[in-house]
């Protein structure tokens, strides 16, 4: 029999690891409960593949904005991931001790940047040289994407880095003593190594850039149409459930949830990949 | 100049730090023969080894001095080209490092490197490589398989034939067979001294018997010294110094 006292401790510490769990099956029964029965009472088809929002009038279609998330995180990626990807590279093959030590945490020191704070820099900045340079209104899909894009560096970075850095050594020495130079050796065979980490790292990415919301509301323009150009405005789901939500009552909020509903699925399914993608790694080394 | 000299080694010390991992190495080795390098742990061999194609180098706190004539050109100085230099000096490792990709291009990866591409020429060369490495009858059929999945004996012979892909000069094994059985430390050995009259080859063993059977030369390293370096037979049956004496014989190390 354990003391009482280290009995205590444990029950409390198992309550406290399963509360996380519990929030997260309380939220998904939550939107499910009030967003499923919605979208089966709609038509699914009617909600998901018609463009048409005008919740006054009882038509509440979400394809724009499902096509503005997928174009708005597609392009969040164009921009991320390259970059991302090759700050990891440079950060682990090629820069030396002292450049790391710097450069590293002022990456993590990104991560913590309140997204308000990037959607003020996209509305005061970004949007204004768009509009100048390109024409349209500024806020668009451009100007979430380069923003979004810039919010997903550390994420992208810190674990291709983390999957870059578990290369064995002796694969480099491998490539490096068979006349490789330092490129040759770490795209023919440190990138083939690492490209499961890398991948996870890109989906992460995504899934934080279809998740952000503050700071696409304030740079992406808000209007609910399918996007033509890059340069148009246009309203992501996150987007518009924050910014009706506090006024949404009846079916309009239930529609609201049915969206929310969307959101989690898609995001799941993302984050589903990427660890699907890690753990392909850790089975084959 | 000596021709039939493809090392001379005048002078070179290694040091980790302030670990002096080699120091005062004057060595000579022969063209087209091998060069066994025999001591305990830490004595210096790998070192040694690693000095030869400079991959000490890649050892963030590494420092290298004195001279390592390669053909009487002196690979230490700093605008020496190292790339070309592991070209001509390829390197087998003691833990078999199959690149994460298939037979074939584990094989054509040095070829590749170089800019060779035809499929043809490199199918040829693959097949050249692996027949010398004693591994052709057993992954012929196989070459696309990952190399991963051989067996270790078989990854260190695809790691050999990898490094004859290149077409070196020299080869550089360390510890080859450290981990293998017999069987595959016998199939290495009869590629070794197949390979010696093409090649100037330099291996690093922890095995006496194993560098009693299969090289020219013995060198002996104890604590980041030469003890005595001079033909094999000599250096087991009648060696000059009684350090040498005692570690072949099995007394110590």
């Known amino acids: ?285 | 100049m000596n021709e039939a000299v493809k090392f001379s080694v005048r002078g070179l010390e290694v040091r980790f730090g302030d670990v002096v991992a080699l120091r005062g190495i004057d060595l000579e080795v022969p063209a087209r023969s091998i060069l066994g390098a025999i001591g305990p742990a830490g004595s210096g061999k790998t070192a040694f080894l690693r000095a030869l194609n400079r991959l000490n180098d890649l050892s963030p706190n590494c420092r290298v001095t004195g001279q390592v004539l390669l053909d009487g050109e002196d690979i230490n100085r700093p605008e020496y080209d190292v790339v070309r230099l592991r070209k001509r000096v390829g390197m087998v490792f003691a833990l078999p490092v199959p690149l994460p990709m298939s037979i074939f291009d584990n094989v054509t990866y040095g070829p590749r490197l170089s800019g060779s591409r035809k499929r043809g020429q490199l199918q040829e060369r693959v097949e050249r490589s692996l027949r010398a490495a004693f591994l052709w009858e057993e992954v012929k059929d196989r070459l696309d398989m990952s190399g991963m999945r051989l067996s270790g004996g078989q990854q260190q012979r695809l790691c050999l034939a990898r490094v004859l892909a290149m077409e070196p000069e020299v080869i550089l094994l360390d510890e080859p067979c450290s981990g293998l059985d017999p069987v595959s430390t016998s199939r290495i050995e009869e590629a070794l001294v197949a390979l010696k009259s093409d090649y100037t080859i330099v291996l690093v063993t922890n095995n006496t018997k194993q560098a009693a059977r299969v090289a020219d030369r013995t060198v002996f390293f104890l604590t980041g010294e030469v003890i005595e370096c001079g033909p094999t037979a000599q250096i087991f049956t009648a060696p000059r110094d009684q350090r040498t004496n005692d570690y072949v014989s099995g007394r110590f190390g």
């Open chain 1, 1 to 285: 029999m354990k003391p009482v006292g280290e009995r205590v401790v444990e029950w409390t510490l198992k309550g406290l690891a399963f509360s996380a769990l519990a929030s997260l099956l309380l939220i998904a029964v939550f939107i499910f409960m009030e967003g499923a029965p919605f979208m089966v009472r709609l038509g699914v088809k009617d909600f998901l593949f018609s463009s048409d929002w005008r919740p006054q009038e009882g038509h509440y279609g979400i394809f724009a904005m499902i096509v503005a998330s997928v174009w708005v995180t597609l392009g969040a990626m164009l921009v991320g991931a390259p970059l991302g990807i090759a700050g990891a590279v440079f950060l682990n093959e090629f820069a030396p001790e002292s450049v790391r030590r710097v450069i590293k945490p002022m990456i993590e020191l990104l991560a913590g940047i309140p997204s308000v704070v990037y959607g003020f820099i996209g509305v005061m900045v970004v949007a204004p040289l768009i509009r100048e340079h390109l024409g349209g209104a500024g806020l668009s899909v451009l100007a979430a994407a380069l923003i979004l894009g810039v919010m997903i560096l550390p994420t992208v970075i810190s674990i291709s880095s983390d999957a870059i850095g578990s290369v064995p050594r002796s694969y480099r020495e491998g490539a490096l003593a068979l006349g490789a130079t330092r490129w040759q050796s770490v795209h023919m065979v440190v990138l083939k190594a690492a490209r499961s980490g890398i991948a996870a790292s890109v989906i992460l990415g995504m899934g934080r850039a279809v998740g952000e919301t503050m700071a696409v509301i304030m740079v992406a323009g808000n209007a609910v149409t399918i996007p033509h150009s890059p340069l148009d405005s246009v309203c992501t789901l996150t987007a518009k459930i924050a910014l009706e939500m506090g006024s949404a009552v009846g079916l309009h909020r239930q529609a609201l949830f049915a969206t929310g509903v969307v959101l989690f699925i898609g995001i799941m399914v993302l984050n589903g990949l990427a660890m699907a993608a890690m753990k392909k790694r850790s089975a084959r080394t």
